[in-house]
């Protein structure tokens, strides 16, 4: 697959991603969405891909999973606009269905360089695609809520809004997570080691 250029900053990286055609995904969509937020933004938060609503718009996270996403981040007395809010997939699947290896790879190179421009302290994985992006054997009902470093950056995957609101068990558990945030972010070298293996089970997707 033919590489991306070095993008200078994130309207840049944006506007190419608009007229992607990197996978047969951009057949399909109404509009990418790059993500938006800081390009300064301590905090970047990962979903798996844009739902109907977020490709309607062209924006990240903007349906009831969104709007979720926006009460746990006022619940830990920060602002969207403070964040950056992006997902591994730019463009929407089919029927919300899973990325396809081939997809989430075209996409990922958009995704790295997006983390790159903006540095942040603390990446957080919401829900288990965006963390097997990063950590592919581990599953998100056992790596939820525990902090783990990666090449000198720091993560906390937690189960995905939509998750919560289709299972009310786990939003009382995804609200506690969110409140790890400031403590990492205070300080982003208290985090524990990877966990080992967990046994297989069954995971959900869920899209932002």
């Known amino acids: 697959m033919i590489g991306l250029p070095t993008f200078p900053d994130l309207a840049s990286l944006a506007s190419v991603v608009r007229t992607c055609e990197r996978c047969g995904l951009h057949k399909g969509r109404t509009n990418a969405v790059p993500g938006e937020g800081s390009p300064t933004a ?5 979903g798996e ?13 903007v349906g009831q ?3 979720l996403l926006d009460e746990l981040i006022q619940g830990i007395d920060m602002r969207r ?3 950056f809010i992006a997902n591994v997939l730019k463009c929407r699947p089919p029927n919300n269905r899973d990325p396809l290896p081939d997809e989430a790879e075209a996409c990922r190179p958009y995704l790295d360089q997006q983390l790159e421009l903006i540095n942040p302290d603390l990446i957080v994985l919401l829900g288990r695609h965006a963390l097997n992006a990063f ?3 581990a599953r998100i009902s056992r790596a ?12 906390l995957p ?9 299972q009310l068990r786990l939003r009382d558990i995804l609200s506690q997570d969110f409140q790890m945030i ?3 972010l205070a300080d982003a070298t208290e985090v524990e080691p990877d966990p080992p293996p967990p046994p297989d089970t069954q995971q959900l997707s869920f899209f932002g």
């Not at 301590?42 to 990962?46: C, D, E, G, L, S």
């Not at 891909?49 to 996270?61: A, Q, S």
């Not at 809520?145 to 993560?155: D, E, L, M, P, T």
């Open 65 to 67: 999973a969104g709007q």
């Open 49 to 61: 891909g844009p739902g109907f609503h977020e490709d309607r718009l062209g924006r990240p996270f």
């Open 158 to 166: 937690v189960y995905h809004p939509a998750a919560a609101l289709r």
């Open 135 to 137: 950590f592919p054997d």
């Open 42 to 46: 301590r905090v970047v938060f990962i």
């Open 144 to 155: 939820r809520g525990v902090a783990r470093r990666q090449h000198g950056r720091v993560y």
């Open 182 to 184: 400031p403590k990492l």
């Open 81 to 83: 606009a403070d964040v």
